[in-house]
């Protein structure tokens, strides 16, 4: 008659040798990073509106007309901006006196992905 084992907390037996307690795989950390620098800049209700109202204006939007629409100051709208375009996730371009903000094919993928995750059907 075969004896039955039981696993105990602490004790050495075949089972640890079972794959679903190798531990984790390992992930990349630039990796996370990058998406956490990412996830982060949309995290905030101000840089997460800029960034919709960007990707729902065609050829860009001048600064003076982001600050009006969301009811920030113009500093409040720098600084959210800067770190919206240090992430990656909008392009400026200069013209004359006017910066203008457009979407990065990264930040229209992660509206997108949101969009359908809610089922919107845009």
Same mark, same amino acid.
């Given at each position: 008659?075969?004896?039955?084992?039981?696993?105990? %907390?602490?004790?050495?037996?075949?089972?640890?040798?079972? %794959?679903?307690?190798?531990? %984790?795989?390992?992930?990349?950390?630039?990796?996370?990073?990058?998406?956490?620098?990412?996830?982060?800049?949309?995290?905030?209700?101000?840089?997460?509106?800029?960034?919709?109202?960007?990707?729902?204006?065609?050829?860009?939007?001048?600064?003076?007309?982001?600050?009006?629409?969301?009811?920030?100051?113009?500093?409040?709208?720098?600084?959210?901006?800067?770190?919206?375009?240090?992430?990656?996730?909008?392009?400026?371009?200069?013209?004359?006196?006017?910066?203008?903000?457009?979407?990065?094919?990264?930040?229209?993928?992660?509206?997108?992905?949101?969009?359908?995750?809610?089922?919107?059907?845009?």
């Amino acid at each position: 008659m075969a004896q039955e084992t039981t696993d105990v %907390p602490g004790d050495s037996t075949e089972s640890d040798a079972d %794959p679903c307690c190798a531990g %984790p795989p390992e992930v990349d950390s630039d990796a996370l990073v990058a998406d956490l620098q990412l996830l982060s800049a949309m995290g905030n209700d101000t840089r997460y509106e800029l960034l919709r109202r960007i990707a729902n204006a065609e050829g860009g939007v001048c600064v003076c007309d982001l600050q009006g629409a969301v009811g920030v100051s113009q500093s409040a709208v720098s600084q959210a901006l800067s770190r919206l375009y240090s992430a990656g996730l909008v392009s400026r371009r200069k013209e004359g006196s006017w910066r203008y903000y457009d979407t990065t094919d990264a930040s229209d993928a992660l509206l997108s992905t949101l969009d359908d995750l809610r089922g919107d059907d845009e």
